[in-house]
T-cell receptor, first 113, second 112 residues
Framework: SQTIHQWPATLVQPVGSPLSLECTVE??????LYWYRQAAGRGLQLLFY??????ISSEVPQNLSASRPQDRQFILSSKKLLLSDSGFYLC????????????FGDGTRLSIL | AQSVTQPDIHITVSEGASLELRCNYS??????LFWYVQSPGQGLQLLLK??????LVQGIKGFEAEFKRSQSSFNLRKPSVHWSDAAEYFC??????????FGTGTRLTIIP
């Protein structure tokens, strides 16, 4: 069966520090991969998605970036974190194709001090 | 324009009572429809999905949803809620590409 792993589960970082969140999927090949951010008490904001290695689509202009160095690995990064980057970050995967259900990881709680 | 609306931000229901959470969409064709549940501090879990066929869809945890084309709705229902159903519920819609559009969510509180 397919599984998705996100780490770390919780992260506290100072303003201006770099960020790297990692997401990996097991049990499937060539998945679509997604990064979302969820601010406190709010809905999901799609940040990036990828339909293949090295293919990244950005949904929201900001100081975050994403990379997909391997088929089942998706990384969210920042060179300098802002206070507004605080939130709950969720990675998800789906099979290739339109309108597919997405399957989510357990998320990373990021707090910026 | 393509959109998803969950009109209720917060709903409170007594344990054992029935539940209906609303979801409306705007789209010129038949969309692909999903309901997810999120417990505090957790990721989203898929409850059910509708692609085509029978408009009443059964999901996990005793939930069901009904697609009504005439009303552009896909409401989630449960005959009798349990305290463990307290969570955030998200409706999501596929509009024909690799992305899903999520509603803003409905927070469900269960009172004894």
């Amino acid at each position: 069966s397919q599984t998705i792993h996100q780490w770390p589960a919780t992260l506290v970082q100072p303003v201006g520090s770099p960020l790297s969140l990692e997401c990996t999927v097991e049990g499937t090949s060539n998945p679509n991969l997604y990064w979302y951010r969820q601010a406190a008490g709010r809905g999901l904001q799609l940040l990036f998605y990828s339909v293949g290695i090295g293919q990244i689509s950005s949904e929201v202009p900001q100081n975050l970036s994403a990379s997909r160095p391997q088929d089942r690995q998706f990384i969210l990064s920042s060179k300098k974190l802002l206070l507004s980057d605080s939130g709950f970050y969720l990675c998800a995967w789906s099979v290739v194709g339109a309108n597919q259900p997405q399957h989510f990881g357990d998320g990373t709680r990021l707090s910026i001090l | 324009a393509q959109s998803v609306t969950q009109p209720d931000i917060h709903i409170t229901v007594s344990e054992g009572a029935s539940l209906e959470l609303r979801c409306n969409y705007s789209y010129g064709a038949t969309p692909y429809l999903f309901w997810y549940v999120q417990s505090p501090g957790q990721g989203l879990q898929l409850l059910l999905k509708y692609f085509s066929g029978d408009t009443l869809v059964q999901g996990i945890k005793g939930f069901e949803a009904e697609f009504k084309r005439s009303q552009s709705s896909f409401n989630l229902r449960k005959p009798s809620v349990h305290w463990s159903d307290a969570a955030e519920y998200f409706c999501a819609v596929g509009f024909g590409n690799e992305k899903l559009t999520f509603g803003t969510g409905t927070r469900l509180t269960i009172i004894p």
